[in-house]
Nanobody, 125 residues
Framework: QVQLVESGGGLVQAGGSLRLSCTCS????????MGWFRQPPGKDREFVASISWSFDKVDYASSVKGRFRISRDNAKETVYLQMDSLKPEDTAVYFC??????????????????WGQGTQVTVSS
């Protein structure tokens, strides 16, 4: 059974930082492209960042580029999202997701086969 478990969410002031983690089990993590998505209150889920299983290709939403950084540790089967310079508009439930297939980042929700339950991030102004 595949499980993706996010952690690290919480309440932070604008300008602060958080680091999200997503630990995976039951999947071949070292061959899975991993992504982070988020769902702001009352809005659709949207792409945040993605990383290839070989570490060398990443993609970011324009709204987070330069502030967020995705990384992974294949030995720990964990993907991370370092979030700096947080803004109130970053408030959302953050989900990690995994997909097999081509070794390239993907911003398309439909490409991802496995999802975590999400972790809440709230940024106060």
């Amino acid at each position: 059974q595949v499980q993706l478990v996010e952690s690290g969410g919480g309440l932070v002031q604008a300008g602060g930082s958080l680091r999200l983690s997503c630990t995976c089990s039951g999947m071949t993590f070292s061959r899975a492209v991993m992504g982070w998505f988020r769902q702001p209150p009352g809005k659709d889920r949207e792409f945040v960042a993605s990383i290839s299983w070989s570490f060398d290709k990443v993609d970011y939403a324009s709204s987070v580029k330069g502030r967020f950084r995705i990384s992974r540790d294949n030995a720990k089967e964990t993907v991370y999202l370092q979030m700096d310079s947080l803004k109130p508009e970053d408030t959302a439930v953050y989900f990690c997701a995994g997909r097999y297939g081509g070794n390239y980042p993907s911003n398309f929700i439909g490409n991802y086969e496995h999802w975590g339950q999400g972790t809440q991030v709230t940024v106060s102004s």
